[in-house]
Structures are given as structure tokens and as C-alpha cells.
């Protein structure tokens, strides 16, 4: 019951905060003359990323714009999310992941896990901070083995902040953060936080790289979780976005592929 208080706190929370949004005050000493706002995000510096692979940014939807997405990735494993911005600082939505859809071996499902994103701090001299819900990835890495033999995917929360800085065509990201799982129980503890951190370069308006590494644990005994990946990503429009991800997978001394398809619009 909790935890609809927690959900209940962050909607209150971000029907005031879309008003009292820290953000870089514009120029123009006192005019009053509407600005209007872009499309999404992005605005003149490009296209805006919610997602580097599976580490969250700080950049939210907008009000009135939902966002789906298909994730394709090791074992015949499809991954998808569903997100709505109910306000200009505030997402929700929800997340799946299926292993052994494609391939040998039955479908593994599991609870779906709600989704949400609260801006906090928004092109504050670049400087960015958001806070939400989500799943810790997909694959053997989101996953948690109990000891009777089932398996559960990370849920928690998380807190990323970084920077937009101008790049070749479009602006780029650094983002940090950490993550604190809620679900499954095994994993409520301190030793169980871990850092996230992402970077992008692009490569004209519509093509980027970008390096991420996820499931950083404080804790030695998770320390073989630790996921860098490499990904490239293209946005021929704000509407679509393809990701192709090389997560290095340090047990196998391999790189494994996964896909990302997005769209995106308003309503």
C-alpha cells in the first residue's frame, strides 16, 4: 500500500512542480510574449534522448507526447515500454520483459513493472536532474535468481543528473546516477545500490554514439554484474529512433547484441 502513497506523492508532487520547474531563466529583460515550445524536447539543438540503450537520461516526454518502445535482445528475449507525459516534468508508463520468445525454451514472463520519470532540475546552465521508477535493464543482468530456481527482474528507483553539451549536429549527453532496487526483496539493501553513467557523440543531426555502463554495485559479491555496452543510434526524424547495443558480457569474453525500436508522438 505503500507504494501507491509513493505513486500518489509523485503525481501530487508534479502537478505543482510543472509550475515551479527549476529552469534556465531566457532572456529579454521582463517580455512577456509567448515562446512556443517544440515538439519534444530536443528544440534546436536536435532531437531529445529519453534513453541511452537501457540507461535512463534525464530528458521527460513533454506533456500530451507517449512513447513506445521494442527491445530485442540475448536468449530470444523481447522487451517492450509503454510511456505517456501526463505533464511537461512528468512520464509514467510501463515495462515488460519476456525471455525465450524466440528459440528454444519456453517464454519466461514476468510482473510488468510501472514506469515514471519526475524532472526536477531542467537546463539549469545545461545542468539536468530527473528522478523515477523503471526496470534495471533487460537480459541476465536485470535478472535475479531466488533460490528455489525462479527468476525475477530488477525494479527500483533511480536518480540521474547530468549535462547537455552542443555537439556535431545535435546536442550530447552526460549522465550519472545511481539506482536502488525495490523488487525482488532479496535485493532491498544498501549493498545492493549501484551507478549508472552514460555518454553521446553524434555524428551529424541524425546519427550518434554513445558508452554506457550500468550495474556498478558497491558490493563485491555483484561486482560480476557490471554491463559496459557501446551502441549506435539513429534518429531520422523526432518521431522514430533505431539503437543498435554491443553489451560486453565479461563472463562469455563476447560482446551480445541487442536492437531498440522507438516511436514517438503527440496526442
Not at 213 to 240: C, D, I, K
Request: charge should be negative; include cysteine; glycine fraction near 14%.
Amino acid at each position: 500500500m505503500r507504494y501507491c502513497w509513493i505513486g500518489l506523492g509523485m503525481l501530487l508532487t508534479a502537478m505543482l512542480w510543472s509550475e515551479f520547474v527549476i529552469d534556465e531563466p531566457g532572456s529579454g529583460g521582463g517580455s512577456t510574449t509567448p515562446v512556443s515550445r517544440p515538439v519534444f524536447s530536443g528544440g534546436s539543438g536536435g532531437f531529445a534522448i529519453d534513453m541511452l540503450g537501457t540507461v535512463n537520461t534525464f530528458e521527460s516526454l513533454g506533456r500530451g507526447t507517449f512513447s513506445g518502445k521494442v527491445v530485442l535482445y540475448e536468449n530470444g528475449g523481447f522487451g517492450f515500454r509503454f510511456q505517456v507525459g501526463i505533464f511537461d516534468v512528468l512520464d509514467i508508463g510501463i515495462s515488460e520483459g519476456i525471455e525465450n520468445v524466440i528459440g528454444v525454451g519456453n517464454p519466461e514472463f514476468f510482473i510488468p513493472g510501472a514506469y515514471a520519470k519526475l524532472q526536477i532540475i531542467k537546463n539549469l546552465s545545461r545542468f539536468n536532474w530527473a528522478v523515477g521508477f523503471d526496470t534495471f535493464g533487460y537480459g541476465r543482468r536485470s535478472l535475479v535468481v531466488n533460490e528455489n530456481g525462479t527468476k525475477d527482474m530488477l525494479y527500483g528507483f533511480y536518480s540521474v543528473m547530468g549535462w547537455k553539451y552542443p555537439g556535431f549536429g545535435s546536442d550530447d549527453y552526460l549522465v550519472i546516477g545511481m539506482r536502488v532496487p525495490l523488487l525482488p526483496a532479496t535485493m532491498r539493501r544498501w549493498e545492493a545500490l549501484s551507478l549508472v553513467g552514460g555518454v553521446s557523440v553524434h555524428l551529424g543531426r541524425y546519427f550518434f554514439l554513445s558508452a554506457t555502463v550500468e550495474h556498478v554495485y558497491f558490493a563485491q559479491e555483484y561486482w560480476n554484474r557490471v554491463l559496459p555496452t557501446l551502441l549506435v543510434g539513429f534518429m531520422p526524424s523526432e518521431n522514430f529512433e533505431l539503437q543498435v547495443l554491443f553489451e560486453y558480457l565479461s563472463e562469455a569474453n563476447a560482446f551480445h547484441r541487442s536492437l531498440i525500436f522507438g516511436y514517438k508522438a503527440r496526442f
